[in-house]
Nanobody
Framework: QVQLVESGGGLVQPGGSLRLSCAASGIIFRLYDMGWYRQAPGKQRELVATVTSGGVTNYSDSVKGRFTISRENAKNMVYLQTNSLKPEDTAVYYC????????????WGQGTQVTVSS
């Protein structure tokens, strides 16, 4: 059974930081591309950042330079360091695992709430 469990969300003031974590189980973690997505109220889910199985990272323009995605294969963990947070970063953040070999494998966590407010 595949599980992705996010943690680290919370309430933070503008300009603050949070480190989101995602613990994966039930998959061969090192083979999967991992990503963070977010969904704000009334909006569609959007990509925040991804890191491939080979360690290549990609960021949305809205977070580039402020957020950093990283993975620790030995611990089956992926992280999102969020700095210089803005109110528009407020959303539920979801962890995603993807692999496309013969068929598509696509798994999601339950999400963690990030609220940026003074």
């Amino acid at each position: 059974q595949v599980q992705l469990v996010e943690s680290g969300g919370g309430l933070v003031q503008p300009g603050g930081s949070l480190r989101l974590s995602c613990a994966a189980s039930g998959i061969i973690f090192r083979l999967y591309d991992m990503g963070w997505y977010r969904q704000a109220p009334g909006k569609q889910r959007e990509l925040v950042a991804t890191v491939t199985s080979g360690g290549v990272t990609n960021y949305s323009d809205s977070v580039k330079g402020r957020f950093t995605i990283s993975r620790e294969n030995a611990k089956n963990m992926v992280y999102l360091q969020t700095n210089s947070l803005k109110p528009e970063d407020t959303a539920v953040y979801y962890c995603n695992a993807q692999r496309n070999v013969i068929r598509a494998y696509d798994y999601w966590g339950q999400g963690t709430q990030v609220t940026v407010s003074s």
